[in-house]
Nanobody, 125 residues
Framework: QVQLVESGGGLVQAGGSLRLSCAAS????????MGWFRQGPGKEREFVAAISWNGGITIYANSVKGRFTISRDTAENTVYLQMNSLKPEDTAYYYCAAGNTYSSGTYRPSDYPYWGQGTQVTVSS
C-alpha cells in the first residue's frame, strides 16, 4: 500500500507561482512513477505532469509545458510540482498519484493505482 499526502496549494494571483509537494510512504513508494492530475470546476480530471521512477523522464500536458516543472527527491520520497506563470484556468484541485514500479510514467489516470486526497489551487485574475 502507498500513501500520498499533498500540500502547498492556495490562492495566488495570475502570473504568480506555487510549489506543490507530495509526500509518499509505504512499500515500494520510492520506486514508482509519479504523476500530477487536476480537476477544475465542472471538468473531468486531466493529466498535468508525470515523472519516471528514477526521475530520468518527465512528460507534461501541452497546457502547462514551459510553465510547470515536476521533480522528485528520492531521499525524501517526495514529488514536487513547481508552477510558474499561473493562469486563472489553472484553478483546480490538484492530485498526486503513484503509478507502477519501475515505470516511466504515463498520462492515463488508469495507470496510477494510488491517489492522494488533493490540494486546492486557485488563481485569481
Amino acid at each position: 500500500q502507498v500513501q500520498l499526502v499533498e500540500s502547498g496549494g492556495g490562492l495566488v494571483q495570475a502570473g504568480g507561482s506555487l510549489r506543490l509537494s507530495c509526500a509518499a510512504s509505504g512499500r515500494t513508494s520510492s520506486n514508482r512513477a509519479m504523476g500530477w492530475f487536476r480537476q477544475g470546476p465542472g471538468k473531468e480530471r486531466e493529466f498535468v505532469a508525470a515523472i519516471s521512477w528514477n526521475g530520468g523522464i518527465t512528460i507534461y500536458a501541452n497546457s502547462v509545458k514551459g510553465r510547470f516543472t515536476i521533480s522528485r527527491d528520492t531521499a525524501e520520497n517526495t514529488v514536487y510540482l513547481q508552477m510558474n506563470s499561473l493562469k486563472p484556468e489553472d484553478t483546480a484541485y490538484y492530485y498526486c498519484a503513484a503509478g507502477n514500479t519501475y515505470s516511466s510514467g504515463t498520462y492515463r489516470p488508469s495507470d496510477y493505482p494510488y491517489w492522494g486526497q488533493g490540494t486546492q489551487v486557485t488563481v485569481s485574475s
